[in-house]
């Protein structure tokens, strides 16, 4: 079974636009992370943002922001006042507790922003 | 700032040779790992290692192995590469104390 899942495949939005990537995850480990990275067509990975499973917040860093729904197992990936730098691949990824420190990731999403 | 270094961007090789993908980190990190990342598919783990000399297989390691001799190289071996593992491979490293995991730049692999 998939463990994240991420349904879009591509993306468009608008420049100055806020837009949502969406990302689902399935664990029976009470104990877990979720993390986004960002991937620009030069190939780097780019860590984002991370939550943890305890967090009572939802994690934000400057424009990026995690929509945490613990109870439907989401973990979307808020980008307010998109930038044209914002173009790239954006992979949700999950780390269980039980399965140390390896990182499971989702397929992906390609995000274009339009002028 | 944590630098993982990978040491050829782009490699051509040949099907049926034997292909060493090396992968240094210089920050002391336990942890290292090799995913491979094919489109649609995301990245997927081919093999990861909590500390030197131990290797733990990831989900997809037939046909690779891996070396870790010394705590700052991790080191991805293709016995006899065939064409299906053509693709972009990615090292990475995660200290005790870190959450994130940090990446090297990639290794786009052609098996011709």
């Known amino acids: 079974a998939q463990k994240i899942t991420q349904t879009q495949p591509g993306m468009f939005v608008q420049e100055k636009e806020a837009v949502t990537l969406d990302c689902t995850y399935d664990t029976s480990d009470p104990s877990y992370g979720l993390f986004w990275y960002k991937q620009p067509s030069s190939g780097e990975m780019i860590f984002l943002i991370y939550q943890g499973s305890y967090d009572q917040q939802n994690a934000t860093e400057g424009r990026y922001s995690l929509n945490f729904q613990k109870a439907r197992k989401s973990a979307n990936l808020v980008i307010s006042a998109s930038q044209l730098g914002d173009s790239a691949m954006y992979f949700c990824a999950m780390r269980e507790a039980h399965q140390g420190g390896k990182l499971i990731f989702g397929q992906g999403t390609e995000l274009s922003v339009k002028p | 700032d944590v630098k993982v270094t990978q040491s050829s961007r782009y490699l051509v090789k040949r099907t049926g040779e034997k292909v060493f993908l090396e992968c240094v980190q210089d920050m002391d990190h336990e942890n290292m790992f090799w995913y491979r990342q094919d489109p649609g598919l995301g990245l997927r783990l081919i093999y990861f290692?909590?500390?030197?000399?131990?290797?733990e297989k990831g989900d997809i390691p037939e046909g690779y192995s891996v070396s870790r001799e010394k705590k700052e190289r991790f080191s991805l071996i293709l016995e006899s590469a065939s064409t299906n593992q053509t693709s972009m491979y990615l090292c990475?490293?995660?200290?005790?104390?870190?959450?994130?995991?940090?990446f090297g730049s990639g290794t786009q692999l052609s098996v011709l």
């Open positions: 990475a490293s995660r200290g005790l104390l870190d959450e994130k995991l940090f």
């Open positions: 290692s909590y500390d030197v000399k131990m290797k």
